[in-house]
């Protein structure tokens, strides 16, 4: 059982990265520092949409709108934090 919450542990945290190199990402292609035009670019813009929209999608469409902020990456991140919290504090008692 302690497999599977480390296993469950670390995949929040491969996730987290790939939330965080979401949000570079964007900033990147925002401020015209990356070439959408270049292939390796839109690969990865690609696959760490794919990776991501699916959880950020019904988040933003819970949250209002505030214009051209995304806040939806800082719920996500927030909801991580507290799921990996949840696994350290209650990980151990569900074991014995």
């Excluded at 497999?3 to 990402?25: E, G, N, P, Q, R």
Aim: hydrophobic fraction near 55%.
């Amino acid at each position: 059982m302690q497999s599977i919450i480390l296993l469950i542990d670390t995949i929040l945290s491969l996730y987290t990265w790939v939330i965080i190199a979401m949000v570079v990402m964007s900033w990147l292609l925002a401020f015209n520092i990356v070439n959408v035009n270049n292939q390796f670019v839109r690969q990865v813009q690609y696959v760490i949409f794919r990776l991501t929209e699916p959880v950020l999608g019904p988040i933003r469409r819970v949250l209002p709108d505030l214009g051209g902020i995304d806040l939806s990456p800082v719920v996500l991140l927030l909801g991580i934090f507290f799921a990996r919290n949840l696994l350290a504090e209650y990980g151990p008692r569900l074991l014995s």
